[in-house]
């Protein structure tokens, strides 16, 4: 729709609840910018990784802290996709990021203060003119605490690990395997002391066990329009 205000989305939620998925179908249909906050922790987890600044059994915070200065994240677009892709100083590493190694170790990264510091702050830059849709679990409580519209999206536990499962299509993992590292994810995430993910009072609830991606988008427009229909009649100062 031409000259509709742009606004700004945030999705929070759990590990593998369908958040990406449904941010980028908004964010397609709306002709906003979608961009994938967990990226910029597995991003920052792969070079630590790398750097050996983290493994299984250890984590060495004040190395991590101190090479911060030294990483740059951005995101590419990719034109056979038609998606943003993470780089991490310079180098595209979108596929790596998602491996389970990745994944069992970004909870950790994600929890350092300083780490998120420097996230948030780039998250703010990257949506500070709206027209956006982030997902992640502190987008609505932390980077956009004014975004006009919040969901906070859920699903079974089972219903999460099998999803996930399938996508990884990685026939040496297993299922169980794929579920123990969302349930620990679950816990870090959601127990760490810097912004755990939390559901904010003014968040929408999408719960999508039951739902396909198609139903959960068009449930969620509704809403987008229900809010652009609010905010036309009660503009925010
Ligand atoms: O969305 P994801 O599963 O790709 O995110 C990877 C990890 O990054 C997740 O376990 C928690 C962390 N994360 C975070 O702490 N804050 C965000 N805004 C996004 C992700």
Request: proline share 2%; net charge negative; glycine share 4%.
């Amino acid at each position: 729709m031409p000259n509709q205000k742009k606004i700004t989305i945030a999705i929070d939620g759990f590990s593998s609840c369908g958040k990406s998925t449904l941010a980028k179908a908004i964010a397609h249909d709306l002709g906003y910018i979608f961009i994938d906050s967990g990226a910029m922790y597995r991003a920052i987890t792969l070079y630590c990784y790398k750097n050996k600044l983290v493994d299984e059994n250890s984590i060495d915070e004040e190395k991590i802290i101190a090479s911060l200065k030294d990483i740059s994240i951005h995101f590419e677009f990719n034109s056979t996709t038609s998606k943003l892709e993470v780089t991490l100083n310079g180098e595209n590493i979108e596929k790596e990021i998602r491996n389970l190694t990745i994944s069992n170790l970004v909870s950790k990264v994600a929890a350092i203060k300083e780490v998120r510091q420097k996230l948030v702050s780039e998250q703010q830059k990257i949506g500070e003119n709206g027209g956006i849709v982030m997902d992640g679990r502190d987008i609505g409580s932390v980077v956009f605490p004014n975004a006009e519209l919040k969901f906070f999206v859920t699903a079974d536990t089972e219903v999460r690990a099998h999803r996930r499962f399938l996508e990884l299509n990685d026939a040496s993992i297993s299922l169980k395997e794929v579920a123990k590292n969302l349930k620990e994810r679950d816990f870090l995430d959601s127990t760490r002391k810097e912004s755990p993910l939390i559901q904010t009072d003014d968040a929408i609830v999408i719960d999508n066990s039951e739902l396909t991606q198609e139903e959960q988008l068009l449930l969620a427009l509704k809403y987008y329009k229900d809010c652009i229909h609010y905010l036309a009649q009660f503009p925010k100062k």
